[in-house]
């Protein structure tokens, strides 16, 4: 660290996909997929080959990541709905919040996925408070919670955008609202069918989760999301007003449904989902060219990661399973979304600042919980004591000069795992092994499961039946950790 006021007070801007996996993007090692800009901040910067996402699901994920808590510590923190309340506490230090108490300028633009309003839920017609304002962001522009869940519209800071008044949303997920057809009844109305779910209200000739009725003139269109999100990222960094600035962009893509700009089809070897991360990493090249026509680019932390692991089918039939030409969305992981397999949890994660961190890989253990304690460490800022109690300070990591991060980290996806160095533990677990609808490993197993990841990434040796001291230790462990957190 040099000292200088500029350094110790770096713009961050964290961009984080949609279920982009370990093995998606050229610098971790695909080769049918075009992501040119993401490789040159990998060649510029750190490449992490052992980040994780606390969970395998995004609520979770993303919930982790902004409040620097595990998840599974508080309840109603699974995939929400689209029309659930807000689930971070207004009253705790957040990244974003503990950012903006030091002078930062914040926004997130993108999806959200964390709930809006009080107890009550969203107010559609009205003011969507608390959300992401009441929890450290200055302003926002946001996708609620999914792209396949209804209500199909973007919420700017308190309200929808785009709403006309004589035209008010309503929007249910216990039964259908509104006259609008659905995927269930007119599938011949359907431009992408779908492959599971997904068969409620027909908004943009694509079945949603949930209903709604209303709200036309504030819709989005498929097509243009990541085009939305990336003028609204642009212009926030372009709104220079000497503080630094912390830039929250949550893209959709890779998510379903997949439907790309049309300059972007065809443009990976592997159909429509690598489409979608070509048309990803050209929305990281527009912001890396906006923070250098700000001249800041070298003088800012560019983070690229992912909420969780990959899937290709998640309940479209936009023919990505046949279409993976031998493309390994994991990479060389066992499992993907929902997995407790490394495929869940393990993410990319690509961390360029010129200014501080010199370019090279890193095998540290970090998780995207870590960057409030982290951030907060680098920036000096203090996190009060009992808020984001389970982020800790990697930043050595993080800026490449130390190949140590945490020592542990509990995994979630529909059981708990335990990662201690190189080794992982899967608590037993009543839970399916297998997903068939999206041809997922899941990893759920009755008997306890201990893996070594040194020498097997890909978790298939089940090291428990010969070290079953090992894997008892861990699973004790894991079992403590457990009971001392969710006693607050
Ligand atoms: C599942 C959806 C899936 C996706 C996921 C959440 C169906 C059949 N599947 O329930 O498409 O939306 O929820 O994904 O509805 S996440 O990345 O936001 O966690
Ligand atoms: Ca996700």
Redesign the pocket.
Known sequence: MTGSARIQRPNVVLIVA??LGFGDLGCYGSERIPTPNVDRLAREGLLFRNAHATSA???PSRYSMLTGEYPWRKEGTG?LPGNAALIIDTDRTTLPSMLRDTAYRTAVVGKW?LGLGGPEGPDWNGELKPGPLEVGYETCFIMPA?C??APCVYVQDHHVANLDPADPIAVRYDAPIGDEPTGRERPDLLRLQAS???DQTIINGIGR?GYMTGGRSARWIDEDMADTFTKHAVEFIERADGRPFFLTFTTHDP??PRVPHPRFRGRSSCGVRGDVIVQFDDCVGRIMAALEQQGVADDTIIIVTS??GPVVD??YADNAVADLNCHRPAGPLRGG?YSIFEGGTRIPFVLRWPAAVTPGTSDALICLMDLTASMAALIGATVPDGDARDSLDVLPALLGRSPIGRDRLVEQAGCLALLNGAMKAIEPSAGAPYHA?TDTELGNAPEPQLYDLAADLGERNNLAPTRPAEATALLRELAEVRKRLAQG
């Open positions: 949609d279920d699901v995004c609520t995939i996925h999914t396949d869940r599971h779910g997904h989760i998510h379903v909420d969780n998640d309940g979304k609808a």
